[in-house]
T-cell receptor
Framework: GDSVTQMEGPVTLSEEAFLTINCTYTATGYPSLFWYVQYPGEGLQLLLKATKADDKGSNKGFEATYRKETTSFHLEKGSVQVSDSAVYFCALSGGIQGAQKLVFGQGTRLTINP | DTEVTQTPKHLVMGMTNKKSLKCEQHMGHRAMYWYKQKAKKPPELMFVYSYEKLSINESVPSRFSPECPNSSLLNLHLHALQPEDSALYLC????????????????FGNGTRLTVT
């Protein structure tokens, strides 16, 4: 079945460092890919998405490119801030009966130190 | 501010209690979801409603009973829970997909933190 593998955390960086969180997937067909972020005490929020190969999703300085040839969707940010501390989930979508069935990676906890 | 509202934020219940979790959205979404999230884990899908009809039940025990009274509301009725059911319960909604295209993101509420004693 479909699956998502994320790099293991936790990840700790200093403010203004470069961030990469790796994500690879296994899927039949051509799923849409997402990054969700979960801040402490909150639900998940969509960070960015890409719906087809070579699409680049971007938001709040974060970027990820849908790479079909390497089945990857790595998350990057050039200069992280303390406020970026959160748990990041990579996910792919499978449609079923008009709704979505998201398959999540295990999550990567990111801590940014000032 | 989240556009999906869940109440209550916190709930403590005994194993013999009956309680309900509530979820509301006014974005016109016709797909609504219940997820369960344990600490340091990703959310696990429990139920999906599409056009107010239950379309997915991920083999969830019958002590969890979902209900979708209308297109804006989703309830989760709880009865005779076990301590291992303690978790964060997340509601989400999305537009429904057509033609095999399912790229509409899910909008999550902030969840109900449930503790079963």
């Amino acid at each position: 079945g479909d699956s998502v593998t994320q790099m293991e955390g936790p990840v700790t960086l200093s403010e203004e460092a470069f961030l990469t969180i790796n994500c690879t997937y296994t899927a039949t067909g051509y799923p849409s890919l997402f990054w969700y972020v979960q801040y402490p005490g909150e639900g998940l929020q969509l960070l960015l998405k890409a719906t087809k190969a070579d699409d680049k999703g971007s938001n709040k300085g974060f970027e990820a490119t849908y790479r079909k040839e390497t089945t990857s969707f790595h998350l990057e940010k050039g200069s992280v801030q303390v406020s970026d501390s959160a748990v990041y989930f990579c996910a792919l979508s499978g449609g079923i009966q008009g709704a979505q069935k998201l398959v999540f990676g295990q999550g990567t906890r990111l801590t940014i130190n000032p | 501010d989240t556009e999906v509202t869940q109440t209550p934020k916190h709930l403590v219940m005994g194993m013999t209690n009956k309680k309900s979790l509530k979820c509301e959205q006014h974005m016109g979404h016709r797909a609504m979801y219940w997820y369960k999230q344990k600490a340091k884990k990703p959310p696990e899908l429990m139920f999906v409603y599409s056009y107010e009809k239950l379309s997915i039940n991920e083999s969830v025990p019958s002590r969890f009973s979902p209900e979708c009274p209308n297109s804006s509301l989703l309830n989760l009725h709880l009865h005779a829970l076990q301590p291992e059911d303690s978790a964060l319960y997340l509601c989400a909604s999305s537009q429904t997909g057509t033609g095999g295209s399912y790229n509409s993101p899910l909008h999550f509420g902030n969840g109900t933190r449930l503790t079963v004693t």
